[in-house]
């Protein structure tokens, strides 16, 4: 989990792709013949080169590199708010076989979350065989039971790994408290102690949701989110947000980075 305990604003110029810190680290990737040269972090040598084993992905933490287990998500339950998830109506209702419910390639779905998830996936490689819903709604708890066909519903009764969509974190209700873990806080304004998050449901193991959490805050320290809240022009705010539909009453006046 990502704790608040500071607090940086970072230029987009000073940070460093995540690619590059890797590619440079001496020993991931480093030619390799025996075992012995890669056990460092938990690689191995392949193919005559030092790398994680199948079923972990390297990871950034606090400067080191490290093979971390590789959380597999299968289930991705969104609903479109622009520019956080934006999903193409005529693209998912094409007749075109296209991968139109994938969640690493669907066409049809773009926007900053899942911008920010896919960016993440290049180096967790946790959505394999993931497909994506679009659902109605959030979802509100009304006499015992949420929504029909909503995040909640779908996150509170474990019919998705993954609630994708816009959390005004510190202002949570406490039925939704209950039913979720949050994880990743992605950008907020901090006067207003805004802080947006993805969710997953309480019966996905804790360990394995920070292990998520930092995949993403991985694209975070990265730079790799700035760029894409460049892309969707997060820091000009409301006029180009209006263009399209906005169900988000969050209102980000500029890039800030949690670090
Ligand atoms: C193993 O790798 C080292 C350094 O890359 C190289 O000097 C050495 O010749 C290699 N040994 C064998 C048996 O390939
Ligand atoms: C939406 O999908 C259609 C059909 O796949 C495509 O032609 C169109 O360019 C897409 N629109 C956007 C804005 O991506
Ligand atoms: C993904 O699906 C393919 C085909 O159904 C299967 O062979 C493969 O093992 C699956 N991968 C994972 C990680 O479940
Ligand atoms: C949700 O659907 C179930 C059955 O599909 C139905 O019994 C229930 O009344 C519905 N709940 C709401 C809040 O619409
Ligand atoms: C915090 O939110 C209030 C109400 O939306 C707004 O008037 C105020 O300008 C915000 N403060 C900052 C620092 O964004
Ligand atoms: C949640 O659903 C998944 C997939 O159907 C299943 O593997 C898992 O055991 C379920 N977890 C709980 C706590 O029911």
């Known amino acids: 989990m990502l704790k608040i305990a500071c607090i940086l604003i970072a230029s987009i110029a000073e940070a460093l792709a995540v690619s590059s810190t890797v590619g440079l680290h001496a020993d991931y990737l480093a030619a390799c013949n025996s075992t012995s040269r890669c056990q460092k972090q938990g690689m191995y040598c392949w193919e005559g080169v030092c790398q994680c084993p199948p079923n972990k992905a390297p990871i950034m933490l606090r400067g080191e590199l490290r093979c971390r287990e590789i959380v597999q998500i299968k289930r991705i339950s969104t609903i479109e708010d622009h520019p956080w998830v934006i999903s193409n109506a005529s693209c998912l209702s094409s007749e075109k076989a296209v991968a139109k419910s994938s969640c690493r390639h669907s066409p049809c779905y773009s926007g900053i979350l899942v911008d ?144």
């Open 116 to 259: 920010l998830l896919r960016s993440a996936d290049e180096d967790g490689k946790f959505l394999d065989n993931c497909t994506i819903t679009k659902v109605s709604s959030v979802g509100r708890f009304k006499s015992g039971a949420w929504t029909n066909n909503s995040i909640m519903d779908h996150l509170a009764g474990n019919k998705t790994d993954l609630g994708l969509a816009i959390f005004n974190e510190p202002t949570l209700l406490p039925h939704v408290r209950a039913a979720i873990h949050f994880e990743s806080i992605f950008v907020g304004n901090y006067e207003n102690k805004t802080a947006l998050g993805i969710a997953v449901p309480k019966s996905f193991d804790k360990e394995r949701a920070y292990e998520l959490g930092d995949r993403l805050h991985q694209v975070q320290e990265s730079g790799r989110a700035g760029e894409i809240f460049d892309k969707y022009f997060l820091q000009d705010g409301l006029t180009v947000w209006k263009k399209e539909k906005q169900l988000t009453t969050f209102k980000p006046r500029r890039v800030v980075y949690w670090l």
